[in-house]
């Protein structure tokens, strides 16, 4: 991502050199009367009052917006490239709007925009710009706005209010009540007619742009650190908005999309919106929708959020993206309205508007270089001179690879389900830690289900079939191919993982989906887990060197017929409450498990087999746990062979399924004395 690093504009030089006149802080009425007195003040650099005719401002002249002002019915004022307009830091006094029937043309340029700001361009420092237009709306003909109580709304679906191309605002959003704020841009019932096109809204202290009602749609809009909504829509606006960039990185604001009211809907395409502070991405209000194609959301907690238990079918993804509900009994959604339905997205697109389409934008919010998050194209190497934040999703795509030296520190947000590493289909990761460097990341606090996990999906064979689903982040994994290879994973320590998703799935240490053969997995720690430390679903890849440390699910779990191997595990629990060191479930691939050692120190189970899954162990030290053996399915006990025999086990009294192993589990325990790769950390 292109790193923005130019100030706004050094707009307090540029007008310094100049002698401004302000509307007076004790006059009545801040409006200059006539339009004589308009004009002459606008020969003189300064906007206030109401213009009544056509006028042309001069890029070379630097202007002052000291209060309201107007353009009014049947005039037009013309903004040519490079204007600058100061306005005065003076909330609601300050601001431009144009009437039903005025004309506003802002015919800014890629390398000369229009800019509209306050000295510091500080959220609410000023109102903004207002434009009222003759469409529909719902609030009907001649409705009264909320923003200086303007009238709007006719029947001319057309009617044009001008032109807005290249234009950066700044600063706006002052509150005018504890119910309504100025935005960015307000469009109250603008036509098609009106053309916009290149809009940047930077720290607004309320919404970006918002709609009321209209057919007004805009194409190329960027929008950075509006307080509340960053687009927001009502009264049935049916526009559309092609291509947004959305930056979110100071915590509190509202949402990326609100749409409220009527379901008009617009159309959203090619919509990149990116969060450093988790919060809502999409909200739906009432009865409130739209069509979203080309949709990348990177680093929030909430994906899309249906207010008002609004029917979910009014928002459609033309990516085919299948909003799962999330779960009401995960903490982290606990305090949710009973009556909101929140939604997760497997939102993995690629991003198809980025920051670095808008070169003409000046901004204070740089992404640094350490912040991953969002789709890995091609091939990337981090640095491991560089502390990484994992701040979102970070998500190597089909044909891309990602490359993590020795040494790396990753430290995950605590930001749930929301921040995790996935290597798709095709994708390749490589993560090169070595004993007296391991690669570690983890979770500033490194608590249990703070964040995802890492999850690669592979091509080799699953009962599940081909292209199957996964419950995590509905990944496409499963194929034909047993030796697929998904890379190398060396001297990796996780801790902090195993995010809720729902009341059925959490995110594992490492989830291996349809892994091949061909992928080199050794020396791998997973601590503090919510879930499973490692889990296989289906595939043939093999293990070497598992550390895994108080999961509070299962150590290792596998299913879908995974016929790999793990050689060398040592498994310890201390905290009382995880489900099991082992468990196997569905088709029976009999894995084999070599130099396992299982240590206890809170009783519970060792080993559990479900359905008709089994395996082979050699090598195994059980110590400390109340059952070492539990088989809930229907398979034998041979199905389990210890030291090659059937397991030799006695069932503990009272019980049907559960056994004390009699022999087998008494081997030698597996000495980790030499892996101080484990306790490496942030």
């Known amino acids: 991502m292109k790193n923005l690093f130019v100030k706004l504009y050094s707009i307090t030089a540029v007008f310094a050199a100049i002698t401004l006149t302000s509307c007076d802080s004790e006059d009545p009425d801040p409006i200059v009367g006539g339009s004589t007195e308009v004009v002459a003040n606008l020969e003189a650099g300064i906007l206030n009052g109401t213009l009544t005719e056509d006028y042309t401002l001069t890029a070379t002249t630097s202007y002052n917006l000291t209060g309201q002002f107007i353009i009014g019915d049947g005039a037009t004022l013309n903004i040519p490239a490079g204007t600058k307009i100061l306005a005065d830091n003076g909330g609601t006094d300050v601001y431009i709007a144009t009437l039903i029937g005025g004309t506003i043309n802002i015919n800014g340029s890629e390398n000369n925009p229009v800019v509209m700001s306050s000295a510091d361009g500080n959220p609410g420092d000023w109102g903004g710009l207002t434009i009222c237009g003759k469409a529909t709306t719902s609030a009907g003909v001649d409705a009264s706005a909320e923003v200086g109580g303007f009238t709007y709304g006719g029947t001319d679906d057309s009617d044009s209010s001008g032109i807005i191309r290249y234009l950066q605002i700044s600063g706006t959003g002052a509150q005018i009540n504890s119910e309504s704020q100025y935005n960015g841009v307000s469009f109250y019932a603008v036509g098609s007619g009106t053309l916009v096109d290149n809009l940047a809204v930077i720290n607004g202290d309320d919404d970006g742009v918002e709609f009321f009602g209209g057919t007004v749609s805009v194409s190329n809009l960027y929008l950075e650190n509006n307080s509340d909504d960053a687009i927001d829509w009502t009264e049935g606006w049916s526009g559309s908005i092609t291509n947004a960039y959305i930056s979110n990185t100071v915590a509190g604001f509202s949402t990326v999309f609100e749409g409220d009211k009527a379901n008009g809907n617009p159309e959203f395409n090619n919509i990149t919106a990116v969060s450093t502070v988790g919060g809502t991405a999409l909200q739906f209000k009432l009865t409130s929708g739209g069509t979203i194609d080309g949709l990348s959301l990177v680093g929030y907690d909430v994906d899309l959020d249906m207010k008002d238990a609004g029917d979910v079918s009014n928002v459609v993804f033309v990516d085919g993206y299948t909003p799962v509900a999330m779960n009401e009994d995960d903490p982290e959604t606990a305090d949710v309205d009973e009556s909101a339905f929140t939604f997760s997205l497997s939102t993995t697109a690629v991003a198809n508007t980025t920051a670095e389409d808008f070169p003409w934008v000046s901004s204070n919010v740089s992404f640094e270089s ?22 979102s999703s970070y998500i190597v795509q089909d044909g891309a690879k990602l490359t993590i030296p020795a040494g790396t520190k990753i430290t995950a947000r605590d930001g749930g389900t929301g921040v995790y590493i996935a290597v798709l289909k095709g994708g390749e990761i490589d993560i090169q830690g070595t004993e007296e460097n391991p690669v570690v990341i983890a979770s500033a606090a490194g608590e249990p ?71 080199t997995l050794e ?19 093999s293990v070497t060197n598992l550390y895994l440390e108080n999961n509070s699910d299962d150590a290792i779990d596998w299913t879908e017929g995974w016929n790999g191997s793990v050689t060398n595990a040592y498994i310890s629990h201390t905290v009382a409450g995880f ?24 009783g519970g189970t060792a080993l559990q087999f479900k359905a008709t899954s089994g395996g082979n162990i050699t090598g195994l030290h059980l110590s400390g746990y109340d059952i070492d053996l539990e088989l809930r399915g229907e398979q034998p006990i041979s199905s389990v062979q210890i030291e090659g025999a059937d397991a030799d086990g006695t069932l503990i009294t009272g019980e049907t399924t ?23 950390g942030l």
Not at 377 to 383: A, C, E, F, I, R
Not at 580 to 601: H, L, R, V
Request: proline share 1%.
């Open 658 to 680: 559960k056994y004390t192993l009699n022999s087998g589990k008494d081997a030698a325990a597996l000495d980790i004395s030499t892996w101080t790769w484990i306790n490496a």
């Open 523 to 541: 020396n791998i720690a997973v601590i503090n887990g919510d879930d499973d430390g490692i889990e296989f679903f289906g595939g043939t890849v």
């Open 449 to 519: 289900g703070d964040w995802g996990g890492l999850t690669i999906c592979g091509s080799a064979t699953t009962s599940a079939g081909e292209d199957a689903s996964a419950e995590i982040g509905g990944f496409i994994y499963g194929g034909t191919n047993d030796t697929d290879n998904s890379g190398s994973v060396k001297n990796l320590v996780l801790k902090g993982t195993g995010a809720q998703i729902n009341s059925e799935s959490q995110y594992n240490g490492v989830s291996l989906y349809a892994v091949g053969s061909e992928t």
């Open 579 to 602: 489900s099991t060191a082992f468990e196997g479930d569905k088709a029976n691939g009999m894995p084999a498990f070599t130099n396992i050692t299982s240590i206890s120190t809170v």
């Open 370 to 391: 350490s912040l991953l998050q969002g789709a890995v194209t091609g091939d990337v190497t981090l640095d491991a001179s560089i502390s990484y934040l994992l701040n």
